[in-house]
């Protein structure tokens, strides 16, 4: 038994150096003579303990384990008062305390060499426990460390989620907005009347159309078909009463115009289909007739009021003189030798004809009934003298060649006798413009082949 005691002794002595050194790395010299003191008092206690009673070992070893970690702590925590260094400590001397329980245990069933491997295994234990300890306090601090950098970034959130909140009303506002929009009773209007006064004027390149505006629309939409039987297509949208297309002239097209009113919902409420303009776009003003836009047309079928024309107009005037002038560099001499002609001039001088023709047949030939003239228009005139003499002379031919470089056509040229109505007059000169009347020339047309009009009585 008293080598075993010894045995134990010697097993409690290794154990608590091995808490001295701990303790003493963690700064704690005093912590170490301590403990020697405390072990010196377990011996003396342990022996006298021994000799009084040998039947009950672990019970005295077990109390005597019992008090070293108490004197330990006390001590430890008086003299450091450092948070970092009393937590270590008392770590270890938990530690200790394990493993001490446990050796008792091991001391009393197995012999003596089994003792001293049981004293190697706690000293591992030991050891690990500390490395465990040390861990956990790493762990400890990064943990620390990672909660202060959540922390830190926190208020980066709360700052940010006003924003988000202040979105989500905003859109919320706005569809309830939407929403009693929607819900509000619509107004209807009442569809806006049909266009009138459609005009449409072709060129070579572009295509100009007009209308009379309509009370109370907000807006006009023109519409184009390309042929006879092509469908109605959307063109342009505009709230003017004019526009030009990038359309060339093609005899194909027709064009209409329909107006709108819009009403609380800006739903577009549109009037009927107003005229459908086809080629030649002809139009009445105040009786007179045009095509393309503005070319007037008097002939047989299309007559002019009695009171319309005062005289040749001043465009027509000014585009003779022009042309006057030219001629003239050309050594050739021109003058009008009859202009305008009122409505009872032209009827005087037609029944004039017929008396001395014996027929109204024969006089058609050659002049106009009152109304049917082109000399009432304003717009053409008979040149130097008029009469069969004047046909193939070198005033002639310049007039056929270059009058229409100043907007003029010879209104009834030579082998055109049955579309015109009149009998080849080469001194009779009608304006026109010069886009078109260079059109007509190039192409040999009469107005009535170009734009498909008849000169016939009724």
Known sequence: MKKQSAVMLLCVGVLLASCGEADSSSGGADV???????????????????????GDTTTEETTT????????????????????????????????????TAAPVTTTTPPPETTAAATTTTTVQTTTT???????????????????????????????APKVTTAAETATTAKTTAAKKQQAPVKEVKAPEKVKGLRVATSEKKTK????AVKGADGYVVWIKRSKDGKWERILETEKTACTLKEPRNKNNSFCVKAYKLNTNSKKVYSEKGTVMNFPYMYKEG???????????????????SSYGDGLTGTTLD????????????????????GFRSYAVQDATYWGYVYRDGSQWSADQYSARAGHSEHQSGLAFDLNFAGMSFNGTREAQWIEKNCYKYGFIVRYPYGKEKITGYNYESWHCRYVGKELAKTLTKQGLTLEEFYGLTSKYS
């Not at 108490?70 to 770590?91: D, G, I, R, Y």
């Open 32 to 54: 170490t003579q301590q403990t020697t003191s405390a072990t010196t008092v377990s011996e003396t206690q342990t022996e006298t303990q021994t000799e009084a009673d040998m």
């Open 130 to 160: 500390t490395a465990e300890t040390t861990t956990k306090a790493t762990t400890t601090k990064k943990v620390k460390k990672t909660a202060k950098a959540t922390t830190t970034a926190a208020p980066e959130t709360t700052t940010a």
């Open 319 to 338: 585009a003779f003189y022009e042309m006057q002038k030219a001629a003239a560099g050309d050594g050739i001499s021109l003058w009008i030798c009859s």
């Open 65 to 100: 384990t019992t008090t070293t970690p108490k004197t330990t702590t006390t001590k430890a925590t008086t003299k450091k008062p450092k948070k970092t260094t009393t937590k270590a400590t008392t770590t270890t001397t938990q530690a200790v305390t394990t493993t001490t």
């Open 287 to 305: 009786g007179v007739t045009y095509v393309d836009g503005g070319v007037l047309i008097v002939n047989k079928t299309y007559p002019l009021p």
């Open 209 to 212: 159309v007009s209308w009379q």
